[in-house]
T-cell receptor
Framework: EIVLTQSPGTLSLSPGERATLSCRAS???????LAWYQQKPGQAPRLLIY???SRATGIPDRFSGSGSGTDFTLTISRLEPEDFAVYYC????????FGQGTKVEIK | QVQLVESGGGVVQPGGSLRLSCAAS????????MHWVRQAPGKGLEWVAF????????YYADSVKGRFTISRDNSKNTLYLQMNSLRAEDTAVYYC??????WGSGYDAFDIWGQGTMVTVSS
């Protein structure tokens, strides 16, 4: 099973700042089958990025994904108030596993 | 609009059974693979099971294999999860989710999620 480790656990930032979230896999993720989701309290997750770098429908361009192999990054270029949430990475190249999440909180 | 609506959650004793349903609308249900994903209170996401668009292939997480069964009725646009021999550690919100791509084999991101249904296993 591919284990995904997200860092940091919590990111404390102010609106307008840049957020950089990391997702590291225990082994290479085939074909960059890596996705990112945003989850707010009491809500279902929302797909942001798939294929490591493709934005899902309706996702603002301040969200971007990069990486390959075992190291992936989600970048939020300028945090908006609605971006404070928990973010999960997911690999779907070998069964399906999720990272433990990174909470982006208001500083 | 594209929508998934889960139902069937509730409180059940350890060793009991429960059947979850997920009603789909707004897209061609029979063309997409479907998943169940769960989230224990205050915890992260755990993939549970997948069924191919035509029901021909099914995959399960090791934690539920032999106890849970995923199925679908394409004529009713509905996904199911039959949960038997329930344990306290199965307590979670259960989400159904749709594959992003058509005709997939389960190796895909999930672009549509339901609102979730809570399952509590407790005596």
């Amino acid at each position: 099973e591919i284990v995904l480790t997200q860092s940091p656990g919590t990111l404390s930032l102010s609106p307008g700042e840049r957020a950089t979230l990391s997702c590291r896999a225990s082994q290479s993720v085939s074909s960059s089958y890596l996705a990112w989701y945003q989850q707010k309290p009491g809500q279902a997750p929302r797909l942001l990025i798939y294929g490591a770098s493709s934005r899902a429908t309706g996702i603002p361009d301040r969200f971007s994904g990069s990486g390959s192999g075992t190291d992936f990054t989600l970048t939020i270029s300028r945090l908006e108030p609605e971006d404070f949430a928990v973010y999960y990475c997911q690999q779907y190249g070998s069964s399906q596993t999720f990272g433990q999440g990174t909470k982006v909180e208001i500083k | 609009q594209v929508q998934l609506v889960e139902s069937g959650g509730g409180v059940v004793q350890p060793g009991g059974s429960l059947r979850l349903s997920c009603a789909a609308s707004g897209f061609t249900f029979s063309s997409y693979g479907m998943h169940w994903v769960r989230q224990a209170p205050g915890k992260g996401l755990e993939w549970v099971a997948f069924i191919r668009y035509d029901g021909s292939n099914k995959y399960y997480a090791d934690s539920v294999k032999g106890r849970f069964t995923i199925s679908r009725d394409n004529s009713k646009n509905t996904l199911y999860l039959q949960m038997n021999s329930l344990r306290a550690e199965d307590t979670a919100v259960y989400y159904c989710a749709k594959d992003l791509q058509l005709w997939g084999s389960g190796y895909d991101a999930f672009d549509i999620w339901g609102q979730g249904t809570m399952v509590t296993v407790s005596s």
